[in-house]
């Protein structure tokens, strides 16, 4: 069984933690644990998990990587912009965006107004040790994919600074524990998480 199935298995013997009201949009950088927190937290609140690049990738029976080289990046982030909407539109769920969804002005307000957006906040270190092994990330083939990273996290975290919530993700917490803290974060929130 892998580190996240553990997670999530353990997860599930968790008490609910209160009713979702909205949908929380997870944000940040490749490598800040978007996907794998958000799956868990998703099981231990009881309501969907959804993750626009797989939804776009079905939707184009293509990969991310393949839609970048054949249709460019701004062809990528308008159908982004639109599955963003959609998925905001249709169900009430924890929402995992790709690491450059939250740039767009236009996103940003989407979000806030339909959801909340939960900023998963690691430094450069703990990303560059979870994504140096991985050739799945389009923006990071260059000559010097760790100099690459540092730039695009200088340029974005000012941006993902303007998330409505922010959850410090560091890399020897487990899932589990970033669920607790996500959990702890909306509960700030009562329009978003309504307590038991």
Known sequence: ?????????????????????????????????????????????????????????????????????????????????????RLLREKCGILSTGGGAFLAEANRRMISERGVSVWLNADLGVLWSRVKHKDTRPLLRTADPRATLGEIYEARVPVYAQADLSVLSEGRVSIEDMVDRVVSALATRPDVLEPE
């Open 1 to 85: 069984m892998s580190e996240i199935e553990h997670s999530i298995t353990k997860t599930r013997h968790r008490r609910p933690s209160g009713r979702l009201k909205k949908t929380v949009v997870m944000v940040g950088m490749m490598g800040a644990g978007k996907t794998a927190v958000g799956r868990a937290l998703a099981q231990r609140l009881g309501v969907p998990f959804l993750d626009s690049d797989a939804e776009i990738e079905a939707a184009a029976n293509m990969t991310v990587q393949e839609i970048f080289a054949r249709d460019g990046e701004p062809f990528f982030r308008q159908k982004e912009s639109q599955v963003i909407g």
